[in-house]
């Protein structure tokens, strides 16, 4: 019995251990598994953002500006919804959201200039996840710097200063004009120069390898004396006369204007910067041909006149713009543009009227303008103009153009030559209409005529003068008689 007593009080024994073993084991599992969730948590390490990047907008983009962000850190974003307005090489075109998700951080704030193409600008992070604990990617490492060389315990020891140079000069100097510049300007001694010109002559060059050669002054060490003589005042330098070149060019300030020799800075726009490489690519690449002719303007200016009784109000640049797509539609050989590859035929008649804004000329497009009245195509232009001065035109709205028209004929300006916009072919530059006396070939008699000038600018390369006179006699025919556009 006391046997069968001690088995049982042991068997409650390793009971009660082995509960507290497996107590323990639990807790510690348990703890482990917190542990596990926690450093795995969004919490800890953050959560993974949606990325909003610099886009490219217009083809001929490579940076932009912000301008204004449309959606607020913490605000649900839907895929298409408008994110911001950034400002392009063309105009300032509205960014919109390729993802679901929400506005976590904005990298980039408004008014940052210059973003390139790719710039990280914003994050967002998807539906359901904690936007504040937005994980934030480390800045991009700049380039490493290369090793810098090991320096020596030794101490440097700095040259010796090259003793001055002997005078090799004797007898008459002899100095150009050059030469005698650089040694009044500098106060050199010309008879420390080596001459290598002929008989004699101190060159330019000689100057300058005197120049290179002497030794720089130092200032003279302070000597302790009783009494420093006092200092003889110089004579104030003498203005040069009106009229003479100075000795030294002035030194340009920025940020003060007015003054002899200073300048302002005025920072361009991306538009700006884009106009000058693209008139600079255009001039410098592409074989610019002109050919000039005067239109009689009479039948349009009473058509305009009659259509007015009608309350329809068109301009006279309505009808030159339908008469160069007519004109395009009849010689379709004009309606083409120059790749890398050489000519590309257009099967679209889409014609760029240039625009000035604030920020400076843009073309908008009229497109398909062959096959539209001159009603439809005024209103088109009204609106486009509108649009390109607000700065809220489309990327669609001034890309793909095949012919471009510039009138300023509003400014009072006779006839004017353009730049050719590439890769299009031609441009057409319209002056102001006048009046002029002209003999009539049908009576012989005097008659007032009102002329207007057009310059067409063409590329050699695709347009010769053969064609280009074909083209612009055609369009000459077509302005005069606008009956004629509609049977077109």
């Given at each position: 019995m006391a046997a069968s007593l001690r088995l049982g009080r042991q068997g409650i024994l390793f009971g009660l251990r082995l509960s507290h073993s497996k107590k323990c084991l639990w807790t510690t599992h348990s703890w482990q598994e917190h542990a596990r969730h926690?450093?795995?948590?969004?919490?800890?390490?953050?959560?993974?953002?949606?990325?909003?990047?610099?886009?490219?907008?217009?083809?001929?983009?490579?940076?932009?500006?912000i301008v204004k962000w449309l959606k607020k850190?913490?605000?649900?974003v839907a895929v298409g919804d408008a994110l911001c307005e950034i400002e392009t090489d063309k105009a300032v075109v509205t960014m919109e959201s390729s993802d679901d998700g929400i506005m976590a951080k904005i990298l980039m704030e408004e008014g940052s200039r210059s973003v390139k193409l790719g710039t990280l600008i914003a994050l967002m992070v998807e539906e359901g996840q904690e936007w504040k604990q937005v994980e934030i990617p480390p800045p991009e490492a700049a380039a490493p710097s290369p090793p810098a060389a090991p320096i020596s315990a030794a101490p440097v020891v700095a040259p010796a200063a090259p003793p001055p140079p002997k005078p090799a000069t004797s007898g008459p100097l002899r100095l150009s004009p050059a030469a005698r510049h650089i040694l009044n300007t500098h106060g050199l001694d010309p008879k420390l120069a080596s001459a290598t010109g002929p008989r004699g002559l101190i060159t330019k060059e000689d100057v300058l390898n005197l120049l290179k050669k002497s030794p720089a002054p130092k200032p003279a060490p302070a000597m302790a004396a009783p009494a420093a003589p006092s200092p003889v005042p110089t004579p104030a330098a003498v203005p040069p006369p009106p009229g003479s070149r100075p000795n030294i060019p002035p030194l340009s300030v920025p940020g003060k204007p007015g003054a002899p020799g200073t300048f302002t800075e005025i920072p361009a726009s991306n538009v700006r910067r884009v106009i000058a490489q693209r008139l600079t690519q255009s001039k410098s690449t592409i074989p610019h041909a002109y050919a000039t002719v005067d239109c009689d303007m009479g039948a349009v200016m009473q058509l305009r006149k009659d259509l007015a009784k009608e309350q329809i109000k068109v301009s006279v640049n309505d009808f030159i713009i339908k008469a160069a797509a007519v004109t395009l539609k009849e010689i379709p050989e004009v309606n083409v543009t120059w790749s890398g590859d050489g000519p590309r035929a257009l099967d679209s008649i889409h014609i760029s009227i240039a625009v000035a804004t604030e920020k400076g000329l843009i073309t908008p497009i009229i497109r398909d303008a062959a096959d539209k009245g001159v009603q439809e195509i005024s209103a088109n232009a009204k609106a486009l103009a509108q649009k390109a001065r607000e700065g809220k035109l489309l990327p669609e709205e001034y890309q793909g153009g095949s012919f471009s028209i510039s009138n300023l004929g509003m400014f009072g300006i006779s006839g004017f030559s353009a730049v050719i916009n590439p890769p299009q072919a031609c441009i057409l530059a319209v002056g102001t209409s006048r009046a002029e006396l002209r003999l009539s070939e049908d009576n012989q008699t005097l008659r007032t005529q009102q002329l207007m000038t057009l310059t067409l600018s063409s590329d050699g390369r695709l347009v010769d003068d053969e064609l280009a006179s074909r083209f612009l006699d055609k369009f000459r025919a077509n302005l005069e008689r606008p009956q004629r556009m509609a049977l077109a």
């Amino acid at each position: 019995m006391a046997a069968s007593l001690r088995l049982g009080r042991q068997g409650i024994l390793f009971g009660l251990r082995l509960s507290h073993s497996k107590k323990c084991l639990w807790t510690t599992h348990s703890w482990q598994e917190h542990a596990r969730h926690f450093f795995q948590s969004p919490c800890f390490l953050g959560v993974a953002p949606l990325k909003v990047q610099m886009p490219a907008l217009s083809p001929t983009m490579e940076e932009g500006n912000i301008v204004k962000w449309l959606k607020k850190e913490g605000e649900a974003v839907a895929v298409g919804d408008a994110l911001c307005e950034i400002e392009t090489d063309k105009a300032v075109v509205t960014m919109e959201s390729s993802d679901d998700g929400i506005m976590a951080k904005i990298l980039m704030e408004e008014g940052s200039r210059s973003v390139k193409l790719g710039t990280l600008i914003a994050l967002m992070v998807e539906e359901g996840q904690e936007w504040k604990q937005v994980e934030i990617p480390p800045p991009e490492a700049a380039a490493p710097s290369p090793p810098a060389a090991p320096i020596s315990a030794a101490p440097v020891v700095a040259p010796a200063a090259p003793p001055p140079p002997k005078p090799a000069t004797s007898g008459p100097l002899r100095l150009s004009p050059a030469a005698r510049h650089i040694l009044n300007t500098h106060g050199l001694d010309p008879k420390l120069a080596s001459a290598t010109g002929p008989r004699g002559l101190i060159t330019k060059e000689d100057v300058l390898n005197l120049l290179k050669k002497s030794p720089a002054p130092k200032p003279a060490p302070a000597m302790a004396a009783p009494a420093a003589p006092s200092p003889v005042p110089t004579p104030a330098a003498v203005p040069p006369p009106p009229g003479s070149r100075p000795n030294i060019p002035p030194l340009s300030v920025p940020g003060k204007p007015g003054a002899p020799g200073t300048f302002t800075e005025i920072p361009a726009s991306n538009v700006r910067r884009v106009i000058a490489q693209r008139l600079t690519q255009s001039k410098s690449t592409i074989p610019h041909a002109y050919a000039t002719v005067d239109c009689d303007m009479g039948a349009v200016m009473q058509l305009r006149k009659d259509l007015a009784k009608e309350q329809i109000k068109v301009s006279v640049n309505d009808f030159i713009i339908k008469a160069a797509a007519v004109t395009l539609k009849e010689i379709p050989e004009v309606n083409v543009t120059w790749s890398g590859d050489g000519p590309r035929a257009l099967d679209s008649i889409h014609i760029s009227i240039a625009v000035a804004t604030e920020k400076g000329l843009i073309t908008p497009i009229i497109r398909d303008a062959a096959d539209k009245g001159v009603q439809e195509i005024s209103a088109n232009a009204k609106a486009l103009a509108q649009k390109a001065r607000e700065g809220k035109l489309l990327p669609e709205e001034y890309q793909g153009g095949s012919f471009s028209i510039s009138n300023l004929g509003m400014f009072g300006i006779s006839g004017f030559s353009a730049v050719i916009n590439p890769p299009q072919a031609c441009i057409l530059a319209v002056g102001t209409s006048r009046a002029e006396l002209r003999l009539s070939e049908d009576n012989q008699t005097l008659r007032t005529q009102q002329l207007m000038t057009l310059t067409l600018s063409s590329d050699g390369r695709l347009v010769d003068d053969e064609l280009a006179s074909r083209f612009l006699d055609k369009f000459r025919a077509n302005l005069e008689r606008p009956q004629r556009m509609a049977l077109a």
